[in-house]
T-cell receptor, first 112, second 112 residues
Framework: EAQVTQNPRYLITVTGKKLTVTCSQN?????MSWYRQDPGLGLRQIYY???????DKGDVPEGYKVSRKEKRNFPLILESPSPNQTSLYFC???????????FGDGTRLSIL | QKEVEQNSGPLSVPEGAIASLNCTYS??????FFWYRQYSGKSPELIMF????GDKEDGRFTAQLNKASQYVSLLIRDSQPSDSATYLC????????????FGRGTSLIVHP
């Protein structure tokens, strides 16, 4: 089954404790993205990657890091999480920039 | 700054009616247009995509694109209570740019 898998689904943690949210897709897609979704603000892109070792900033990259060492994986790293990063996060992938995106089930992060 | 505007709603329609959802965008160079449905707390799922001016139909759904007027719409015929969700409009820019812009979504309520 074609899917995008994110882990964990839920996480409550404290300010400053580094965390990683993993994302993996099994569709051999070139493009992968991370979004955050906040009430009233919609979906905003954090980072994206067009291929292995190629990443670029989206609209709200501050406080986040990503890497793309393998085609299927695109982890999101919060080196020093802060409460304003409490949000619902989605990973997505697509075969190219003009194709629809497939979204993971989401990760709800709470930073205390 | 690229913008995608949607009426936040809620749009309330009776079961069996036609629901009309609208979206305007600011970037004239936009090339691909998507409608996603999102249930509360769930991930967005693709409903329709359209690239060319005119109408595109898929079952009960019709996407309409007018590039000259910079709007894209989604019609849902024979609306069902299960169609009650938030509908997100997403717009991709010209090739080489992979920062899709999402509207904030329109909440649709279909009442029996």
């Amino acid at each position: 089954e074609a899917q995008v898998t994110q882990n964990p689904r839920y996480l409550i943690t404290v300010t400053g404790k580094k965390l990683t949210v993993t994302c993996s897709q099994n569709m051999n897609h070139e493009y992968m993205s991370w979004y955050r979704q906040d009430p009233g603000l919609g979906l905003r892109q954090i980072y994206y990657s067009m291929n292995v070792e190629v990443t670029d900033k989206g609209d709200v990259p501050e406080g986040y890091k990503v890497s793309r060492k393998e085609k299927r994986n695109f982890p999101l790293i919060l080196e020093s999480p802060s409460p304003n990063q409490t949000s619902l996060y989605f990973c997505a992938s697509s075969s190219n920039s003009n194709q629809p995106q497939h979204f993971g089930d989401g990760t709800r992060l709470s930073i205390l | 700054q690229k913008e995608v505007e949607q009426n936040s709603g809620p749009l309330s329609v009776p079961e069996g009616a036609i629901a009309s959802l609208n979206c305007t965008y600011s970037d004239r160079g936009s090339q691909s247009f998507f409608w996603y449905r999102q249930y509360s707390g769930k991930s967005p799922e693709l409903i329709m995509f359209i690239y060319s001016n005119g109408d595109k139909e898929d079952g009960r759904f019709t996407a309409q694109l007018n590039k000259a007027s910079q709007y894209v719409s989604l019609l849902i015929r024979d609306s069902q209570p299960s169609d009650s969700a938030t509908y997100l409009c997403a717009v991709n820019g010209p090739g080489g740019s992979y920062i899709p812009t999402f509207g904030r979504g329109t909440s649709l309520i279909v009442h029996p």
